[in-house]
């Protein structure tokens, strides 16, 4: 039984369904759709990936939208023949906002529920189209009792693309009561924008020197609902660029998680923030499905597994990836130069390995272990990109501002621009060069993968050695009782900071 729902999809698959269903005399207007699902840890997500036109006699309109069964029929058969579930929208041409149902349209969909799961092996998905604002309401009718189907309302509706909208169901996620810690920050934008702001359920994958930026900046922004990924330790070495952490969480053995969480707490200007964290690499199969239950990721991982691990969430699943990375010459102890990027994965741009953010061929390679075997590590190059391990605290400022600009730019499109293309930053000579192109001809995630979903046959998910062996440590340093009692006054007296 889905307890909580969303919708997704492509901003192509936006403007088709937009273009039919606002008609020029007014009148209500439907259409069927195919549906794949993405299912995270508590969501399940239904995937728009094409429409189902209604052919001349199909559907009647009389101010008010009706079809035929021949119609429900051949969409039904073509659903089933593609492995698809099936969607049944229609329009209300004044509406806006969240689309609810009214009771003639709660008995038309109610009429063919068990029909289409019958026929498709899903249930069906309901949505309303708002004609005055192009938002959405949605619902996924579930069988509760024989001959009895129950819609259960979606969390919002999300469209992914050059630019990220989302319709949120107010009545499930209610706008956030305005603080007055957030003047400033509502005059940049307008209350509605922070309101859909503060809403987005936002995934960090990642909490080191540039993730620990982001979360910080999340949390004064007055984002509610963020999900932290990162399966290691801080230690020392970290101290030099790591926010918030200090001498005592290396003594503790502190996840690095649990010192973002702790910041973010404190830092939040909203009402409320619900901060869940996870000691695990989105590459381990409960990591993966965590991150599949946020509307948009934050990429501050440098490995080449995560990163294509991300690159199939941002396209296979229609999660917007905000990635970046950073690259420092250091050669001969000297600072020669230094680099930094941001940039947005999502269908119409280009993916995170056309970009070349990540080499496929050595994902395997971190698969079987070998980019934490010192051994095969002293055999690359000096200056092979798996070696380099340059950073200071500046740089990681620098990135995670411009993933925050990416962000913010695809979200509010100020002046109307959403896209502005990947930006690679350059020190020495203080420019930006950029990148507006999408993928690569042929590029799987720009073709076959597209919207996938769980039917994706990409297997990334695996054990992740180094994750569990860090895990590991911290719970055998846990067990002895001076460390116990430290962490429990630590924890007790961070409460009251």
């Known amino acids: ?102 009771g003639i349209d709660y008995a038309a969909e109610e009429s063919f529920a068990a029909q289409t799961i019958t026929i498709t092996g899903l249930p069906l998905v309901g949505m309303t189209f708002a004609g005055a604002d192009a938002r959405y309401g949605a619902r996924v009718w579930q069988r509760h009792a024989p001959r009895t189907y129950i819609p259960t309302e979606a969390e919002n509706v999300r469209v992914v693309g050059d630019r990220f909208t989302v319709t949120f169901n107010d009545t499930l996620l209610p706008p956030p009561e305005a603080t007055n810690r957030q003047v ?107 991150a599949a239950d946020c509307d948009l990721l934050f990429s501050c991982v440098d490995r080449p597994w995560p990163r294509a691990a991300l690159n199939l969430l941002a396209n296979a699943h229609l999660i917007p990836v905000v990635d970046g990375g950073i690259s420092v010459d250091a050669r001969g102890g000297r600072l020669r130069g230094a680099e930094w990027r941001a940039h947005v994965a999502t269908p119409g741009r280009a993916c995170l390995e056309c970009l070349g953010q990540y080499d496929p061929a050595h994902v395997p390679v971190e698969r079987d272990g070998l980019l934490d075997d010192p051994s095969y590590i002293t055999g690359l190059s000096a ?28 979200v509010t499109a100020p002046s109307g621009i959403a896209d502005t293309g990947a930006h690679l930053y350059h020190l020495t000579t203080g420019t930006v060069d950029y990148r507006l192109d999408g993928c690569d001809s042929g590029c799987p995630y720009d073709g076959q993968l597209r919207a996938l979903g769980d039917h994706t046959p990409v297997d990334i998910t695996g054990r992740h050695h180094v994750a569990e062996q860090a895990r590991a440590g911290r719970q055998h340093a846990a067990r002895r009782w001076p460390a116990r009692l430290q962490r429990g006054i630590d924890d007790w007296l961070n409460r009251y900071r």
Request: charged letters at 25%; proline letters at 2%.
């Open 1 to 102: 039984m889905i307890t909580r729902f969303s919708v997704a999809m492509t901003n192509s698959v936006a403007l088709r369904l937009n273009e039919h269903l606002r008609r020029a005399d007014g009148q209500e207007e439907c259409t069927f759709l195919l549906w794949r699902p993405s299912t995270g840890s508590r969501r399940t997500t239904a995937l728009i990936v094409d429409l189902v036109l209604p052919d001349d006699g199909d559907r009647i309109v009389h101010g008010t939208v009706d079809f035929t069964s021949e119609y429900f029929l051949r969409a039904a058969g073509l659903a089933a023949a593609r492995g698809c579930g099936l969607a049944f929208t229609h329009a209300h041409p004044r509406g806006r906002r969240w689309q609810r149902l009214n």
């Open 184 to 290: 400033r920050t509502v005059s940049a934008w307008g209350t509605d924008t922070q309101n859909d702001l503060a809403r987005l359920h936002v995934g960090v994958v990642g909490t080191g020197s540039v993730g620990m930026l982001i979360v910080e900046a999340l949390a004064r922004t007055g984002f509610q609902n963020l999900s932290l990924f990162d399966f290691d330790t801080v230690e020392e070495l970290n101290l030099d660029r790591l926010l918030h952490a200090t001498d005592r969480d290396v003594r503790l053995h502190r996840a690095k998680v649990d010192i973002a969480a702790r910041a973010a707490q404190r830092s939040a200007t909203g009402g409320s923030i619900r901060v869940a964290t996870y000691e695990s690499s989105v590459v381990e199969p409960d990591g993966f499905a965590a």
């Open 383 to 410: 200056d092979h990109p798996l070696r380099r391990k340059e950073n200071v605290f500046i740089f990681s400022a620098n990135a995670a501002a411009a993933q925050l600009n990416q962000f913010l730019t695809m």
